[in-house]
């Protein structure tokens, strides 16, 4: 879907909006029919695994005071079910499930298995195949399926949507995986519910699943790119990387200009969000500088009393900076492609970038690119001057080709590239710890231009989405993965049950939690699971953060020690 532009919910918010990505993560070839989509939904799961009755999932509010505003929440254990591995294999014909209305059994394809295959299956009653399991735990479920045009459909297990997927035109039975699906002890029940197009399916292959049993994250080895960072964002980069599952850093997307959404939390909750999550959307209009401003005096006033800052940039297109649909791909009537030079245009003023433009040495393209980038270098400066050490996560979801920065790998690499070595080693910001979420490999700027990976999560439940994160994970090299964006909060004890610790989740703002009345809203999160996400042992608020000042004199004697004991050994060796 598209991004949903959030709007103000009382007047002092209605001067400004942000934009959101709100883009499932199975737009994203990599991660939805190779590794498929998680969703160990919360209808899944079996009582017993939610917690024990001393360790309930509905805080008690310790005391009530009606007036109060704020209440606060005694703090739940969370503790992950013990789901033991048990092997399992086995393959289902679907000409054996059961069949019914428009469906039926054929076998004009060649490359079928078993007596045939099914056809003509147009709505989700019309095919099934149920089977036993030995044990609740996590299965990958392969679904063997053809069509002789593009279609899209989705998988059902046990009445619940799981996954989307799409099969080619191909005309063969090609397998299509779902990875990591809870199926409870004895029957389970898969079908497929058709959206487009004419699929015929063969068989469904369910074998038991080890990753989740087996997954252990760790960040301990990992380093920060920018080799001169200073000590505030070392700081932080070391807790982000040594609470890296084992906590959950609670993170929340503002309004720009506001902290509109953090206070909400803060209402509902008694408890702050660790990090706070902006735009620098405006920042490169002329229309919208008091927004642009507003937001980074907001983000400052949220440092001060002890938040985490974090930006993303809805980078609205060069040819039209005061037009917020501009981020769009079909909006932006930019080619990024054109912007691309062998030139290290990343180390020259905006002058000599003009004259090499005038002569046709760069394009107009790169010059608009190198200036929009200055432009918010300064917005990030200033963050830098009060000591703000940054999550700083440009260029969102580009392998979607949702965004206009989305339309070609090789310029997209180029520009990420180009934007680091300006903002680091031209405007000095070393402040910032880099965040890559295009989410898919082919686009992957590589370890020595990134310090996190992040995925946007929309659509997907409220499971802890193990699988995405299985498939971050198999291309971060030990770098810490965050849930940058998500609609629906995961459930904390999903996250625990899966392993799926993400270093930050940063759930969306505007209608994915503000409701009209400027309360919370429900439609996506349930108050209750919130609270108990606020407050539980697992999860990360602001109260919890340590000094970072202190964490970054700390880190400055460690290196300071080493440094000193390197000399001694190199001294000893001479």
């Known amino acids: 879907?598209?991004?949903?532009?959030?709007?103000?919910?009382?007047?002092?918010?209605?001067?400004?909006?942000?934009?959101?990505?709100?883009?499932?993560?199975?737009?994203?070839?990599?991660?939805?029919?190779?590794?498929?989509?998680?969703?160990?939904?919360?209808?899944?799961?079996?009582?017993?695994?939610?917690?024990?009755?001393?360790?309930?999932?509905?805080?008690?509010?310790?005391?009530?005071?009606?007036?109060?505003?704020?209440?606060?929440?005694?703090?739940?254990?969370?503790?992950?079910?013990?789901?033991?591995?048990?092997?399992?294999?086995?393959?289902?014909?679907?000409?054996?499930?059961?069949?019914?209305?428009?469906?039926?059994?054929?076998?004009?394809?060649?490359?079928?298995?078993?007596?045939?295959?099914?056809?003509?299956?147009?709505?989700?009653?019309?095919?099934?195949?149920?089977?036993?399991?030995?044990?609740?735990?996590?299965?990958?479920?392969?679904l063997t399926a053809a069509s002789d045009e593009a279609a899209a459909g989705g998988l059902s297990v046990n009445g619940k949507k799981v996954s989307e997927f799409t099969v080619t035109d191909e005309g063969k039975f090609t397998a299509i995986s779902f990875k990591n699906i809870k199926l409870k002890k004895g029957e389970n029940k898969v079908a497929f519910i058709p959206e487009s197009g004419l699929v015929d399916i063969d068989q469904v292959h369910v074998i038991a699943s080890e990753e989740i049993s087996k997954l252990k994250l760790s960040a301990g080895g990992a380093a920060l790119s920018d080799k001169d960072a200073e000590y505030n964002a070392k700081a932080l980069y070391k807790y982000l990387c040594d609470c890296y599952g084992s906590k959950v850093i609670l993170a929340q997307n503002d309004t720009i200009g506001t902290s509109y959404e953090s206070e909400l939390i803060y209402k509902v909750t008694g408890k702050y969000p660790a990090i706070r999550l902006g735009d620098m959307m405006y920042v490169t209009s002329d229309e919208h500088q008091e927004q642009a401003q507003a937001e980074v005096g907001e983000a400052l006033s949220r440092f001060e009393e002890g938040a985490v800052i974090g930006y993303m940039w809805n980078w609205t297109s060069p040819n039209k900076p005061d037009d917020t649909e501009s981020v769009y791909a079909e909006n932006a009537d930019f080619d990024i492609t054109k912007a691309v030079t062998e030139e290290d245009v990343a180390l020259m003023d905006m002058d000599t970038l003009n004259d090499m433009a005038e002569r046709g040495a760069v394009s107009v393209e790169c010059v608009q690119l190198m200036s929009d980038i200055d432009k918010?270098?300064?917005?990030?400066?200033?963050?830098?001057?009060?000591?703000?050490?940054?999550?700083?996560?440009?260029?969102?979801?580009?392998?979607?080709?949702?965004?206009?920065?989305?339309?070609?790998?090789?310029?997209?690499?180029?520009?990420?590239?180009?934007?680091?070595?300006?903002?680091?080693?031209?405007?000095?910001?070393?402040?910032?710890?880099?965040?890559?979420?295009?989410?898919?490999?082919?686009?992957?700027?590589?370890?020595?231009?990134?310090?996190?990976?992040?995925?946007?999560?929309?659509?997907?439940?409220?499971?802890?989405?193990?699988?995405?994160?299985?498939?971050?994970?198999?291309?971060?090299?030990?770098?810490?993965?965050?849930?940058?964006?998500?609609?629906?909060?995961?459930?904390?004890?999903?996250?625990?049950?899966?392993?799926?610790?993400w270093s930050y989740i940063g759930q969306w703002g505007g209608s994915f939690i503000v409701g009209e009345d400027g309360g919370l809203s429900q439609a996506y999160n349930d108050e209750q699971d919130i609270i108990t996400m606020y407050n539980n042992n697992l999860t990360v608020t602001q109260d919890k953060l340590p000094d970072f000042v202190s964490l970054a004199e700390e880190v400055k004697k460690d290196e300071a020690k080493k440094a000193e004991e390197k000399d001694a050994d190199s001294s000893k060796d001479e």
């Open 1 to 142: 879907m598209k991004m949903r532009f959030r709007a103000a919910v009382t007047a002092a918010v209605m001067a400004a909006c942000l934009a959101g990505c709100g883009n499932e993560i199975v737009e994203n070839t990599d991660v939805s029919v190779d590794m498929g989509v998680l969703t160990a939904d919360e209808d899944l799961l079996t009582d017993d695994e939610e917690v024990t009755e001393e360790e309930t999932v509905t805080p008690v509010p310790e005391q009530e005071d009606e007036t109060e505003e704020v209440k606060t929440f005694k703090e739940v254990t969370i503790k992950a079910a013990e789901l033991k591995y048990e092997k399992f294999d086995e393959t289902y014909q679907a000409e054996s499930g059961s069949i019914s209305g428009t469906a039926t059994g054929a076998a004009g394809r060649k490359d079928y298995k078993g007596d045939g295959y099914v056809t003509g299956i147009s709505d989700e009653a019309d095919w099934s195949v149920s089977f036993e399991v030995p044990s609740e735990q996590y299965y990958n479920i392969v």
């Open 376 to 501: 918010v270098s300064a917005e990030l400066t200033k963050l830098r001057d009060e000591g703000a050490a940054v999550l700083w996560r440009p260029l969102q979801e580009a392998s979607n080709g949702l965004y206009w920065w989305g339309s070609d790998a090789e310029a997209y690499q180029w520009l990420w590239k180009t934007m680091y070595k300006r903002m680091t080693e031209y405007h000095g910001l070393h402040n910032l710890i880099w965040v890559w979420s295009a989410q898919n490999a082919d686009w992957f700027v590589g370890g020595e231009y990134c310090d996190m990976l992040s995925a946007d999560i929309y659509g997907g439940g409220k499971g802890g989405q193990a699988s995405t994160l299985l498939y971050l994970q198999s291309i971060a090299g030990g770098k810490p993965i965050a849930m940058s964006e998500c609609g629906s909060m995961p459930l904390i004890q999903s996250l625990a049950d899966e392993h799926a610790l």
